[in-house]
């Protein structure tokens, strides 16, 4: 379920890095980049899913846990590196905790903002999984 992705770093210790990535990684076009800043260490948020959109995550600075559920399994991933993203697809419950204040989570997602597109309500994304929702074979979503 977590597809993480190596993002490559150009530089040295002494200068620092600049780390990029492209079309070809992401795999949708962005249609909206956000990010979530000065957060108290032990926030949590998230704690929805997406009907169609889809996102890349990545943490350029601090320590983020991501909590993946497809609602039948949950892993963790943790963000504590400039050089890692994460691809979240549509049809996953996350939850984020912040492991440290003032870490950064960058978003580039494949749509612009529609609160229509988010499932708020666990037990309503359960249906959801239950009734085949995201199922490519009778969904066209
Ligand atoms: P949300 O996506 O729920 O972020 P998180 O899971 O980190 O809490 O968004 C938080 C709030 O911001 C919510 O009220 C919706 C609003 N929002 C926008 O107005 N524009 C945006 O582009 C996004 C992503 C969220």
């Known amino acids: 379920m977590a597809e993480q992705i190596s993002i ?3 530089g040295a210790s002494d200068i620092g890095y600049l780390s990029f990535f492209q079309d070809i990684e992401i795999g949708f076009p ?4 956000y990010y979530t800043y000065e957060a108290p260490k032990g926030t949590k948020r998230g704690f929805h899913a997406h009907k169609k959109l889809q996102q890349l ?3 350029p600075y601090g320590d983020i846990t991501i909590i993946l559920d497809n609602g039948t399994s949950r892993e963790n991933v943790r963000l504590d590196s400039p050089s890692s ?3 979240i697809r549509q049809g996953i419950w996350r939850e984020m905790i912040w492991n440290r204040k003032n870490s950064v989570l960058c978003v580039a997602a494949s749509d612009h903002y529609d609160e229509e597109d988010y499932i708020r309500d666990y037990d309503v994304f359960i249906k959801l999984v239950d009734e085949g929702f995201w199922n490519y074979e ?3 979503i």
């Open 30 to 33: 962005i249609k909206r980049i």
């Open 57 to 59: 995550v990545w943490c």
């Open 85 to 87: 993203a994460l691809f």
């Open 8 to 10: 490559p770093q150009i």
């Open 138 to 140: 009778r969904n066209t």
